[in-house]
């Protein structure tokens, strides 16, 4: 069956021309990442995690400002853009992202640059910059991007939009378990007051803030598995 399934999304993926977009939105923790990723392999097309991009504007902060009072001010940040180049590259299927020319795609992951991430996607200037690219890509291919404004404003006029939704325990959970996975030390209770910050700030940022667009399709993760919301996404794709 899951074959079939599979070759099913395959055929449709082949119909749909270069610039057909599946816009994944969705707060912290949600599984937007693993998903879109998925859905992306699942339909042969490339995938774009936006985030990964703004992880690494705070990495070359945080490496290249350490010991100032505040590393994601607006003018530090403005003032590093244009000593910024960030690539995505493809091996095997998979994404990598450079920065400077280095393959930073396991330094991005640690929750201090998560956090820098969420401070640097609120500025305007770096947002600019790095839609641009997003959309550049999008229209030269058929593509599944996540973030946090991807159906409102990176790509509106994406055939496909989803909402990701889960509580925010739920969420912190998956992230403490993900870091535990990954040799950090997890306090729980820091992590579930981190993604409660990150919520707000996401929400209620001046410029492009987290919302669920009229017309995206909300989907709780809570208590599905990770293949389940891969599956209904697909089967959404599919029908256009």
């Known amino acids: 069956m899951e074959n079939n399934s599979h070759e099913a999304a395959e055929n449709a993926a082949k119909k749909m021309q270069n610039g057909f977009a599946i816009a994944i939105?969705?707060?912290?923790?949600?599984?937007?990442?693993?998903?879109?990723?998925?859905?992306?392999?699942?339909?042969?097309?490339v995938?774009?995690?936006?985030?990964?991009?703004?992880?690494a504007v705070a990495l070359f902060q945080i490496e290249n400002h350490a010991g100032r009072a505040n590393i994601f001010d607006e003018i530090s940040l403005e003032s590093s853009l244009e000593k910024?180049?960030?690539?995505?590259?493809?091996?095997?299927?998979a994404q990598k992202i450079f920065?400077?020319?280095?393959?930073?795609?396991?330094?991005?992951?640690?929750?201090?640059?998560?956090?820098?991430?969420?401070?640097?996607?609120?500025?305007?200037?770096?947002?600019?910059?790095?839609?641009?690219?997003?959309?550049?890509?999008?229209?030269?291919?058929?593509?599944?991007?996540?973030g946090r404004d991807i159906a409102s404003n990176v790509l509106p006029r994406a055939q496909v939009k989803i909402f990701l939704d889960a509580d925010v325990e739920i969420r912190a959970a998956r992230r403490a378990k993900e870091l535990a996975?990954?040799?950090?030390?997890?306090?729980?209770?820091?992590?579930?007051?981190?993604?409660?910050?990150r919520d707000e700030r996401d929400k209620?940022?001046?410029?492009?803030?987290?919302?669920?667009?009229?017309?995206?399709?909300?989907?709780?993760?809570?208590?599905?598995?990770?293949?389940?919301?891969?599956e209904k996404i697909v089967r959404i794709a599919m029908l256009f």
């Open 25 to 45: 939105d969705g707060p912290v923790g949600v599984g937007k990442s693993t998903t879109a990723r998925l859905v992306a392999q699942k339909l042969n097309f």
């Open 47 to 55: 995938y774009i995690d936006t985030g990964a991009m703004y992880r």
């Open 84 to 93: 910024i180049q960030i690539k995505i590259k493809f091996f095997d299927g």
């Open 99 to 146: 920065l400077n020319e280095r393959d930073v795609s396991d330094l991005i992951r640690t929750q201090e640059v998560a956090e820098g991430a969420s401070v640097v996607a609120a500025n305007a200037k770096v947002r600019q910059k790095l839609i641009a690219q997003q959309r550049e890509i999008a229209a030269a291919n058929n593509v599944v991007m996540d």
């Open 181 to 197: 996975e990954k040799n950090f030390c997890v306090d729980f209770e820091k992590i579930l007051e981190e993604t409660k910050i």
């Open 204 to 230: 209620n940022r001046e410029h492009n803030p987290l919302i669920q667009t009229p017309d995206a399709i909300l989907i709780d993760t809570g208590l599905l598995s990770v293949g389940e919301v891969v």
